[in-house]
């Protein structure tokens, strides 16, 4: 690899840029993954996912090993069986994407779909959760492909009347504004480590409930994904140690300490980072001639939809790659060629580190 | 975690230690997945992969993002359909895995069963072939409970001749002992970081030879997997590098650099190091009063299962770690508290690691 690509400042939907200190522990000897220092370590990781899930003791909460794709995958295939229904909330591609991971588990996906770039009312969620009695209800809470903050606690209520399980994608959102995984009435949810949290990708947070653990007893058919069976992979993350695959021992050194750096900080004080280095970024972006493509109650911090003013977008990214070593993702989907995604995520939710966005982008602009 | 923890010496069925450059590979700076950077380094793993599997240009050969079990239910789930019948070699626990998830397939697994510790016969399975004309042929190159090395090649033409496809477990065997995807006939092969290539877990290089993906693209129903569907997968590792997920980015860092070393080294001279580290440690085990499982002709070089002449194993097992830093694995299933399972892989399979391991026992017995 060119040495010159080891000094990206990496502010696209992820991965973000690392800590050193993440990378040393990333790059400690590997041991065995029954080694009783290696099981203790991971008692504290579940411990630290634990607080920043905000989820409680009757939680099974561990990094799944894969990515966050693989947590979404494995939130559906435990919960739903061939015949049931899911509601999911479409506000861009994420919200497509667990609609088509539903079909997979022979589910039928009951969709409500958000105008492009809006949230989606609470409101029509509550009506569809009632008018479907759905056995899952799925929501994306940072929808990366947009932009868009969603509410979440009005329809995770709906779902827990209804009797429905509500499975919250936090992969953008967690550890970069508030995930309240109990005082919501979530029942799963999972995450990756690339993106607020500041650690490689590679890893997929997850917390299971009560409700879906019960959910997971009484299934009539086995998971159909051996590999992301969470009645499998808890046995191992259990008193009982059971052998399923070999965990990726040095990934999760990497995530430990990565949570520390989280806890040592503070949630809270790392909320508001995230918030003061958008809002500092919304200004500079707009006195540029950018326009925001989102509302701005409907933002998100750590991921800015932005609409750059210029005819030729790419050619733009890549002057700012090459020139600058600064990565800014392209639209998704629908929206490719049409808005920048820039993320501030994790290390990078940062003032200093938007001065150099917006000095890189005065001078090529 | 303890700092003495970090000095193991990792002699049990994987993870095998891993080498200074290979570690320090892994801690350089994450960029993104989607830089033209990484996708030549990725282009330069795929290449790499293609040659240890033995390979040609026409199989599509990519490391999947999870483990090694990942890699097992990939291969599986891509080429099964509901109502499909896969004949499966069981002589272990990951055969035993591979039905498992036939049926969570909702396909048939019919099983060709060894004796506990022999290989299994390749005219039974080539008589089973032949009666139950199955979609696929399933067989575990390697099987580390056991620390048996199964006959492939036999197999896999008479699967051929069928009109079956063959799926081969090289988790343990890769890079360690011969494996050769097409003169051997093999149509999808998958295997893991942490045995032979000496690389962390938590990658599974996969070849998928031009059957195979033949059988993809005239599938009926979409790969019940999202996560595992090569197809969509593919499309990344492909031309037009379409976003699937996020690339575990320092796991294929790592990767690069432990295949460098496995190439620097060359496959055959890496074969007979292997042979001769296990040579060297059979001898001085037999010394020690040490049992083989397994009939010397029948016997993994990288993986050999023994019977310690102790009553208590796991206590045994206990002081080799506490007190000399040294993991060996026990046994798996029916040879639990039976059994050791000594690794010699990748960076381990050398006379002066035997030496050390030689010397702890010595010591202790």
């Known amino acids: 690899m060119p040495t010159d690509a080891t000094d990206r400042l990496l502010l ?41 899930f905000r989820s ?68 029509r969620v509550r009506a569809e959760i009632e008018r479907s009695r759905p056995r899952v209800v799925a929501l994306v ?52 480590t690339q993106k607020c949290l500041a650690c490689p990708p590679g890893l997929s947070p997850v917390a299971f409930g009560p409700r879906a653990l019960e959910r997971l007893r009484s299934r009539e058919r086995p998971v159909q994904s051996w590999y992301l069976d969470l009645g499998l992979i808890g046995a191992y993350f259990g008193e009982q140690r059971v052998y399923h695959h070999t965990a990726p021992i040095n990934m999760i050194y990497a995530l430990d300490a990565a949570l520390r750096r989280v806890l040592d900080e503070g949630l809270e004080a790392r909320f508001a980072r995230h918030r003061e280095a958008h809002l500092h970024l919304v200004q500079g972006l707009e006195a540029l001639g950018f326009e925001m493509q989102v509302a701005p109650r409907e933002r998100l911090p750590m991921l ?11 050619a733009l990214r890549r002057r700012l790659l090459g020139e600058h070593g600064i990565e800014v993702g392209g639209g998704l989907g629908k929206l490719a060629g049409r808005i920048w995604r820039i993320g501030l995520m994790g290390e990078n939710a940062r003032r200093e580190v938007v001065d150099r966005l917006l000095g890189a982008l005065r001078s090529l602009l």
């Open 304 to 314: 800015n939809a932005v609409i750059p003013p210029v005819d030729d977008e790419a």
């Open 12 to 52: 696209g939907p992820g991965p973000s840029n690392v800590h050193a200190d993440v990378l040393a522990a990333l790059a400690r000897p590997t041991i065995g993954h029954l080694d009783p220092a290696f099981l203790s370590l991971l008692d504290g990781v579940q411990g630290a996912l634990r607080r920043v």
């Open 141 to 192: 809470h940072a929808e990366t492909s947009t932009g868009v903050a969603q509410p979440v606690e009005e329809i995770a209520r709906a779902a827990r009347e209804a009797g429905a399980l509500m499975v919250l994608d936090c992969v953008t959102s967690l550890s970069g504004m508030d995930v309240r995984f109990d005082d919501w009435c979530i029942d799963a949810a999972y995450s990756g």
């Open 56 to 123: 409680g003791d009757d939680a099974l909460v561990l990094p799944l090993s894969a990515t966050g794709s693989a947590g979404m995958e494995a939130c559906l295939v435990n919960l739903l069986e061939p015949g049931d229904t899911a509601v999911v909330g479409v506000q861009g591609v994420f919200g497509e994407r667990m609609c088509a991971i539903v079909e997979r588990c022979g589910a039928r996906a009951v969709r409500v779909e958000a105008e492009m770039g809006r949230i989606l009312e609470p409101s």
